[in-house]
């Protein structure tokens, strides 16, 4: 299993720009799916981004299409969120995610998580 550590999170206003870190630590990261979600107050935690093992293969919500940017570092073990305009409605915590099952918009599919990061966007 892939263990993971979230970083980069923050508070900035309505149109700057953001990047997320996942720390990945396990053999197995270079080879699987990884995602990141997010989870607003009072909300459900929903799907952000996913990219394939190889980086060939990105997905995005629609809400972020345009703005996010998912990459990794298969060398350093690492997994990135760059957010751009961000936006007040971007506010929640962030998590990171390996290893979807079958599903990978759903983040119950997933083997690993990280404990998440905090962004907070103000208007």
């Known amino acids: 299993q892939v263990q993971l550590v979230e970083s980069g999170g923050g508070s900035v206003k309505a149109g700057d720009s953001l990047r997320l870190s996942c720390a990945a630590s396990g053999r197995t990261f270079s080879t699987v799916t990884m995602g990141w979600f997010r989870q607003a107050p009072g909300k459900e935690r929903e799907f952000v981004a996913v990219i394939s093992w190889g980086s060939k293969v990105t997905y995005y919500a629609d809400s972020v299409k345009g703005r996010f940017t998912i990459s990794r570092d298969n060398a350093k073990n690492m997994l990135y969120l760059q957010m751009s305009s961000l936006r007040p409605e971007d506010t929640g915590v962030y998590y990171c995610?390996?290893?979807?099952?079958?599903?990978?918009?759903?983040?119950?599919?997933?083997?690993?998580w990280g404990q998440g990061t905090q962004v907070t966007v103000s208007s």
């Open positions: 995610a390996a290893d979807p099952d079958s599903d990978w918009r759903q983040w119950a599919d997933y083997a690993s």
